[in-house]
């Protein structure tokens, strides 16, 4: 009935892309170190890209670019998520 293909971490330019691209559509912007830090903690799981990057365009106070304030606060909750499922 479901076909499961396993995909592994991704490369550090498609992690990259992963994170930013779809956050470009939706106005996100990410600072530099912001970015880092997000990338980090991801550590080319899809999943955790995703979790991440919905955290961080759910947060409204950042303004146009996220700072390291903003992706900490991201992956924190982006943590809870992961905990719960």
Same mark, same amino acid.
């Given at each position: 009935?479901?076909?499961?293909?396993?995909?592994?971490?991704?490369?550090?330019?498609?992690? *990259?892309?992963? &994170?930013?691209?779809?956050?470009q559509r939706a106005? %996100? !912007?990410?600072?530099?170190? #912001?970015?880092? =830090?997000?990338?980090?903690?991801?550590?080319?799981?899809?999943?955790?890209?995703?979790?991440?990057?919905?955290? *961080?365009?759910? &947060?409204?106070?950042?303004g146009d670019r996220?700072? %390291? !304030?903003d992706t900490t606060? #991201?992956?924190? =909750?982006?943590?809870?998520?992961?905990?719960?499922?």
């Amino acid at each position: 009935m479901f076909t499961y293909h396993e995909i592994g971490e991704l490369d550090g330019d498609s992690t *990259r892309d992963a &994170l930013v691209l779809p956050g470009q559509r939706a106005g %996100v !912007r990410y600072t530099p170190e #912001a970015l880092d =830090e997000l990338l980090a903690h991801a550590s080319g799981f899809p999943f955790f890209l995703q979790v991440y990057g919905r955290c *961080r365009a759910d &947060l409204k106070d950042a303004g146009d670019r996220a700072v %390291v !304030r903003d992706t900490t606060t #991201a992956t924190f =909750e982006g943590d809870g998520l992961r905990s719960t499922g």
